[in-house]
């Protein structure tokens, strides 16, 4: 039984409706705490990993970023001392950062719609939880009294916490996509020297324009320069 299904089966339950039923309420009361407490843990554990990964992605980003501006910064160097070839290598150096950060980012976005999910989650398992504690406590101050007549009243007891709900499974569903998207992210595929050179034909164009973008930039830069000493 998923997580998530426990999860839901308990939100959803009616604990009144279930000690009615119940033979023994007492020990019904019991295992809905132990179920709503062992539930909540593993919310909290799925939490505190999708946090850690949160932080891994954020912390790569960064990093990213500040690659990026390192070989912006050499296609500046390169360009000031006529090197065009090594302005290139830096723009396509500089572009793959970008596009890194920019898949990243995206599975960022899931793990925080995530962790926004489990959040409310455990909001609403914690109220639970608290109406099933006082509960119990009633139950100990009528606990002879109850178990007879909720006895007498249905001895078909039954206690069932065991149905899956959609809602929650999807849940279940979007972490184990970003983990799995996790655990790929540092696989490296290697592509054929064919593949390498239509993808080099497909950046030239914007590398080719970035270039000439940040030549007229330095150009235009040293011209107001000049005027000015004149």
């Known amino acids: 039984m998923g997580m998530f299904t426990r999860m839901n ?37 799925i939490s505190a990993r999708n946090i850690a990964e949160k932080k891994q992605f954020t912390r790569k980003i960064a990093r990213l970023a500040k690659d990026a501006q390192h070989w912006a910064g050499k296609a500046t160097l390169a ?29 960022l ?16 398992l914690n109220a639970k939880l608290t109406e099933a504690r006082a509960k119990q406590k009633i139950l100990n101050t009528r606990e002879v009294t109850s178990a007879t007549r909720l006895k007498a009243k249905n001895k078909q007891a039954q206690y069932d916490i065991d149905h899956a709900i959609e809602k929650f499974e999807s ?17 490296v595929t290697s592509a054929s020297a064919l593949e390498q050179q239509f ?8 590398i ?22 004149a």
């Open 208 to 229: 080719e324009a970035e270039l000439a973008q940040l030549k007229a930039s330095m150009q235009s830069a040293t011209a107001k320069t000049t005027q000015h000493v």
């Open 199 to 206: 993808a080099a034909l497909e950046q030239n164009d914007s």
């Open 9 to 45: 089966d308990i939100v959803q339950s009616n604990i009144n409706a279930m000690l009615d039923k119940a033979e023994d309420p007492q020990k019904v009361m019991r295992l809905i705490i132990q179920e709503m407490e062992e539930t909540l843990v593993e919310l909290r554990t």
């Open 109 to 124: 976005t899931v793990i925080n719609e995530n962790l926004q999910g489990l959040e409310a989650d455990a909001q609403r």
């Open 79 to 107: 360009i000031e001392h006529n090197k065009d070839e090594l302005a290139r290598a830096a723009i396509v150096q500089k572009q793959q950062c970008i596009e890194e950060q920019q898949v990243l980012e995206e599975q």
């Open 171 to 187: 849940y279940e569903r979007k972490i184990e996509d970003l983990e799995a998207q996790v655990e790929a992210y540092d696989v």
